[in-house]
């Protein structure tokens, strides 16, 4: 699909703008993005910074988001048109990534008297690229085949670790990881925020109940976990508590030997880590990278393509074992509590289309990560913000008479 390019041929004024042209205001004292939170612009900038890398051929990589020209970013955009790979949504964001980043050099030109044509032609040429012809799902993506680990797979798997798998360095917690995940579908970052205690539970019809159950309590293990997106009110709270009610002796082992691999490795490193100036998501991903590397690497030796049914990833075990959960009969309010969903519509997303399928599934939410489900889902959303609005401008007013001092206004 070759894109129709705007004409860029009006003079540019001195403040950035072209005669007739009002999108690419750029104005002394202050740049664009001003309304831009600051992990917007860093996640815009990091963004950029991956397609640096990636275009920019030769010299220090360290250089090249400064060596990136708006040209071979225009052109990367328009190649992109061409022969669509990103999905629609990823096409989105490299635009606006773009824009960001071309509107913010623009700003720095100007502010240093040097000319912004190149910069001006190439907004222009980014901003007319519509993401219409783009799928939903990109082409590097295995789509509908990710969303569950196939029966089989894992005994596969399991043969491969025990046979030319052995001389893979990280093999073995690889295969950790596919055991401890399937059984609890945490996000692979949450595993280092994992704590395990025990706790009495009520039981019925062979699974616990968080409340309200009738039966005799019984002891059961319990995992509490950090929930890794709660940011924007997505996640229900902090933390959220998976029972492990009925799980074995085997299962329990595979969760608490992973966890022991995940600990070993954070107290190794986390201190150097914070040292450097490096956050914690950086380190969740120094870890799980070569994983996730190693599992690529045993599906392309036992001939599994991308194309395949059973070309899954480090994410696929979340899916299945929500599937799992969904097979057991668990409720949407439950899957949300045990799986740190961010909405009812997340949890009722289809998972594991190609179902294992373990019988047997016992596990379910805690009790109070039940309750904070409830409250949140009983409230309607605007209400919801109605209330932190609330608490926010009581909080301003707080510190407003705090700076008023003996001067105050309310």
Request: without cysteine; aromatic residues 8%.
């Given at each position: 699909m070759q894109p129709t390019l705007p004409s860029s041929t009006a003079p540019a004024r001195p403040d950035g703008n072209r005669d007739g042209r009002g999108a690419w205001k750029v104005r002394r004292g202050g740049t664009d993005g001003e309304t831009l939170d600051d992990g917007t612009?860093?996640?815009?900038?990091?963004?950029?910074?991956?397609?640096?890398?990636?275009?920019?051929?030769?010299?220090?990589?360290?250089?090249?988001?400064?060596?990136?020209?708006?040209?071979?970013?225009?052109?990367?955009?328009?190649?992109?048109?061409r022969s669509p790979r990103l999905s629609r949504a990823s096409f989105r964001a490299y635009r606006a990534a773009l824009i960001f980043w071309l509107r913010q050099r623009m700003q720095q030109a100007l502010d240093q008297g040097r000319p912004v044509d190149g910069m001006i032609d190439a907004l222009e040429r980014i901003h007319a690229l519509s993401p219409a012809g783009f799928?939903?799902?990109?082409?590097?993506?295995?789509?509908?085949?990710?969303?569950?680990?196939?029966?089989?797979?894992?005994?596969?798997?399991?043969?491969?670790?025990?046979?030319?798998?052995?001389?893979?360095?990280?093999?073995?917690?690889?295969?950790?990881?596919?055991?401890?995940?399937?059984?609890?579908?945490l996000r692979p970052g949450e595993w280092f925020g994992v704590t395990f205690n025990r706790q009495e539970v009520p039981v019925s019809s062979g699974r616990a109940v968080p409340s309200g159950g009738r039966g005799n309590g019984v002891g059961a293990p319990v995992m509490q976990v950090e929930n890794a997106k709660t940011?924007?009110?997505?996640?229900?709270?902090?933390?959220?508590?998976?029972?492990?009610?009925?799980?074995?002796?085997?299962?329990?082992?595979?969760?608490?030997?992973?966890?022991?691999?995940?600990?070993?490795?954070?107290?190794?490193?986390?201190?150097?880590?914070?040292?450097?100036?490096?956050?914690?998501?950086?380190?969740?991903?120094?870890?799980?990278?070569?994983?996730?590397?190693?599992?690529?690497?045993?599906?392309?030796?036992?001939?599994?393509?991308?194309?395949?049914a059973e070309y899954i990833s480090l994410y696929s075990t979340r899916h299945q074992a929500i599937a799992d959960a969904r097979h057991a009969g668990c409720s949407q309010h439950e899957i949300v509590a045990m799986f740190g969903h961010g909405s009812v519509r997340s949890a009722a997303m289809p998972d594991g289309r190609t179902l294992q399928r373990r019988a047997g599934f016992t596990f379910t939410a805690d009790a109070a990560s039940m309750e904070?489900?409830?409250?949140?889902?009983?409230?309607?959303?605007?209400?919801?913000?109605?209330?932190?609005?609330?608490?926010?401008?009581?909080?301003?007013?707080?510190?407003?008479?705090d700076l008023l001092g003996d001067q105050r206004r309310y």
């Open positions: 612009r860093n996640q815009y900038l990091k963004r950029v910074g991956y397609l640096a890398r990636a275009l920019v051929k030769g010299g220090d990589p360290a250089t090249a988001f400064e060596r990136l020209t708006p040209d071979m970013a225009a052109a990367y955009m328009e190649g992109q048109m799928r939903v799902q990109g082409g590097t993506q295995s789509g509908r085949n990710v969303r569950g680990v196939p029966a089989g797979l894992m005994e596969r798997f399991q043969h491969y670790a025990q046979g030319r798998g052995r001389r893979l360095k990280y093999m073995e917690p690889l295969m950790a990881f596919l055991k401890a995940n399937l059984l609890v579908g940011t924007h009110g997505r996640g229900n709270a902090p933390i959220r508590g998976i029972v492990l009610h009925g799980i074995s002796a085997e299962d329990m082992t595979a969760l608490v030997y992973f966890h022991n691999m995940v600990e070993q490795y954070r107290v190794r490193n986390m201190q150097q880590a914070m040292a450097r100036g490096v956050d914690e998501n950086t380190l969740h991903r120094a870890f799980f990278s070569p994983l996730q590397r190693t599992l690529v690497i045993m599906l392309r030796e036992l001939g599994i393509g991308r194309e395949s904070q489900v409830r409250q949140r889902f009983a409230t309607p959303r605007h209400a919801i913000r109605a209330q932190q609005h609330r608490q926010m401008y009581e909080q301003s007013r707080q510190v407003a008479e």
